[in-house]
């Protein structure tokens, strides 16, 4: 079994526990086609020259793409988020994440297929606005 790495810090995790850490690296791969998507415009440092992590644990959640900078989690929505229960758990998550320090931005599986170049503007407003 691979080493997890110490996880018991307030910065980038957030006191994530242990099983959070497994269970991202195994959503890592395969990813949605949304989340490979806007993936490829993040990795690497391509954005803005940001680094961003895909599927990080933090507190008791796993982030789809996560920006230690900004404490800015992007999160990709599908179309079970539609629903009743999925949108009050959502909202608890948000408000957790808040928090716990962090920006939370949420774009639909439709945003991200019809119109990255906007999905990737309001990335780069919401960065703006944690900037000031």
Known sequence: MDTIKPNHDNGMWKGAPNEGFI???????????????????????????LKFRRQHPIHLYIADFYCHKYSLIIEIDGEYHDNDNQILHDTDRTKTLEEQGCAVIRFTNKEVEENIACVLELISLKIEELEM
């Open 23 to 49: 269970k991202a690296v195994k959503l890592r791969h395969p990813l949605t086609k949304c989340e490979k998507m806007l993936w490829e415009k993040l990795r690497n440092r391509q954005f803005k020259g």
